[in-house]
């Protein structure tokens, strides 16, 4: 491919990223004294338009699958984590949410600024069964507010083909708590790499796996479930992905 099409692409997101976000922060601190779900509903405004620029900019689109088995109830997403994609489009696929997150990215600014705004389940990833204790405590409050959580079990952005260790912490919280689990898996790092600059045109895939009830289950059982199927999806993602590539490269013959 022609990189020097995807580099003015995106330089030109980043530009806009740079200018645009102090300005929306304005907007941001200035819902403070609004209710989370309502300064949720302001904040997730700037991931819109990161998408929308995403889109128009870059070629960057994206298609859901399985969008039907997204439960009405608060629930808890476990998904894979390859991009700083997901964390603007789970805003717009998924109703109104908290993630999981290391306390570190608070500090980032303007970006973490916004994301302290939203109320987070803030860890100290060190700290063991404290920050389990705290991700219980905390989550059963926001799944209260009707807040959705998200959570990356590999904890970090993984290379697309490679996989890392799967955390408890969300498995743990959903044994705890009795809310659905909704798995994710996606290709997002195929365009949009772990800090990588430039960002490639194409379709993201998202597949959203059926709910799964973790009433009665054991936490490494469930979070086994939940790896199982998100690898097996990944991989299937690939597969019909590269079956759309080949069948791309496929030149009809005219007869006479």
């Known amino acids: 491919m022609n990189m020097i099409l995807p580099v003015l692409r995106s330089t030109l997101y980043s530009l806009l990223q740079i200018v645009i976000t102090p300005l929306y922060f304005l907007i941001v601190f200035a819902a403070f ?15 819109h338009l990161m998408l929308f620029l995403l889109r128009i900019i870059c070629g960057i689109q994206y298609r859901v699958m399985g969008a039907e088995h997204i439960p009405q109830a608060p629930s808890i997403i476990l998904s894979k984590h390859q991009s700083a994609w997901e964390t603007l489009a789970f805003q717009q696929i998924f109703p109104p949410q908290v993630w999981v997150l290391k306390k570190e990215l608070l500090r980032v600014p303007f970006f973490g600024w916004g994301l302290a705004m939203n109320s ?13 204790k705290q991700i219980v405590e905390q989550g059963k409050d926001r799944l209260k507010q009707g ?17 890392g260790k799967y955390h408890i912490g969300g498995a743990w919280l959903a044994t705890h708590t009795g809310a659905p689990v909704v798995p994710v898996a996606h290709n997002a790092g195929e365009f949009w790499g772990k800090n990588a600059f430039i960002k490639l045109p194409g379709t993201i895939t998202v597949s959203v796996g059926a709910p799964i009830d973790p009433r009665g289950m054991e936490s490494g059982d469930l979070n086994t479930m939940v790896e199982t199927w998100i690898e097996a999806e990944m991989i299937r993602i690939g597969d019909q992905n590269r079956k759309a590539y080949d069948n791309s490269k496929i030149i009809p013959v005219s007869e006479g």
Do not use: C, H, N, Q
């Not at 807040?147 to 996989?163: L, M, N, S, Y």
């Open 147 to 163: 807040f959705w959580i998200v959570v990356f079990p590999e904890g970090t952005r993984i290379a697309p083909g490679k996989k």
């Open 33 to 47: 004294p609004l209710s989370p779900m309502s300064r949720y509903r302001i904040t997730s405004g700037w991931a």
């Open 120 to 132: 987070p389940i803030a860890i100290d990833r060190s700290s063991g069964k404290t920050a389990l």
